[in-house]
């Protein structure tokens, strides 16, 4: 009988669940959006139970659709928005707080004294991470210290900390396993990286109780078995979990040292193949653990950049300029050029290779004939550079040529985006047939521990390409465009200085 592997993707805006044969086709799939809390500006949190509540939904959906019982399926992956962090009861099972989303800034203060203090080169050097509020660290630190009685109950043992993952795992297993992988570990700030284990020092820095962290294992592994039997009449193994963006290099046949991704979602995350080298960058690339060709731990490099689709987003439902993300493409082929208008959109600060927290979005060269077109297309065009300032920064840092990058997420579909990304870049660029990477990529980690597939070269054939986008603009006038786009930056950093 032919089985199949069910894939939970917890992202930050919905939760997808999609089931692979195993030829790779997406067999069927759901999906649902979930509450976002801003309860203070730049603020953003989610109810994790709310969040379960969206996994059981789509779960229950999606083997309605297939038309699969619990034992059809070879085993479950998980991967999911990293970072985002979650506190609970261990008896109750109850959260303590809302999750404090990656995006939100409520521990800015916290991470300033960090740097303050002296301590940025330390945790660098153990975690690979810049100190920001992105990481979980700094938002345990906040919970622990904001919600009454949460440090005297970690210090007893009675609380647990995940990320998303990490949850649902506890969830699925009725508090059976409290575990992550080392993808999700190594977004905490606080393991680290080298030896692989969760750093005492830090967490002494951090006054966080190990007591309260779960164990950490590869993603391709033994995580217990389903024990929720409202939806699972029968047991399905755990064995693939990762966070998205590296569930996603694996997604993509990234496998080997050099091979790059860019998944253009709510944010972009452009990572890097780097092996067993953990490359130290400079300038403001992070140093993060991903899986090698066995599903074993390798690492990578990453440049984070906080705003792109949602800049889309922004175009919609904000200046409410067009009614569908998809409506940016057209407007920006009809026009020659950006007619000489730049944004940088900056909403909540800068990523890579940045690292502003303090900027704010800017808009240049506007003049009486700037229209929606020219928004739409300076929009798109501030995706490609973005992206372009990682890309440059790896190729200086790792000393390695990328000649070709691997595409994927919402707006990968955008035709002008990605032509105008391989023009910005001047390498070609190959989008895969099947755009659910993040997904693909959890399922083959979660099917290679089972042997359901064999190893790696089994998979390699899955990956087909959609789109190829081949560089074709004069270097004069791409130097042209991306100098102008760097003096944007760099005028918008100076407006915004204190
Ligand atoms: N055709 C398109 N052109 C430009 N942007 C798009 C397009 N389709 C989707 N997007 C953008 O991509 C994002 C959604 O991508 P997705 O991969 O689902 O994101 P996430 O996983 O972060 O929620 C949205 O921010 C949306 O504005
Ligand atoms: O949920 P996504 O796809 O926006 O991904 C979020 C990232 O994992 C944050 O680091």
Known sequence: ?????LVIDQGTTS???ILFDKEGNDVAKAQEEFPQYFPQPSWVEHDANEIWQSVLNVITKVMEEGQIKPSDLDSIGITNQRETTVIWDKESGMP????????????????????????EDFIRNRTGLKVNSYFSATKVMWLLDE????????????????????????KLTEGKVHATDYT????TMMFNIHELVWDDELLELYRIPKAILPEVKASSDDYGQTEYYHVFSDPVRITGVAGDQQAALFGQNCFEPGNVKNT???????LMNTGDKAVNSENGLLTTLACNDKGDVCYALEG??????????????????IKDSIDTQKMAYELASNEGVYIVP???GLGAPYWDSNVRGAIFGVTRGTSRQTFARATLESIAYQTKDVVETMVQETGLAITQMKVDGGASKNEFLMAFQADMLNIPIFRPLINETTAMGAAYLAGLKTGFWQDTEEIRHIWQVDGSFYPDMPETKRNLYYDKWRRAVEAAQFFHQD
């Open 1 to 5: 009988m032919e089985k199949y592997i």
């Open 15 to 17: 939760t997808r669940a």
């Open 96 to 119: 303590i707080h809302h999750a404090l989303v990656w995006q939100s800034r409520q521990t800015n203060q916290i991470t300033d004294k960090l740097v303050k203090d002296g301590h």
């Open 147 to 170: 919600i009454p009685q949460a440090r005297v109950r970690a210090e007893n043992g009675e609380l647990l900390f995940g990320t998303i993952d990490t949850w649902l795992i506890w």
């Open 184 to 187: 999700n570990a190594s977004r």
């Open 264 to 270: 253009y979602g709510t944010g972009s995350f452009i």
């Open 304 to 321: 984070s950049v906080f705003v792109t689709g949602s800049a889309i987003q922004w175009l919609r439902d904000g200046l409410k300029i």
């Open 346 to 348: 900056a909403f909540v």
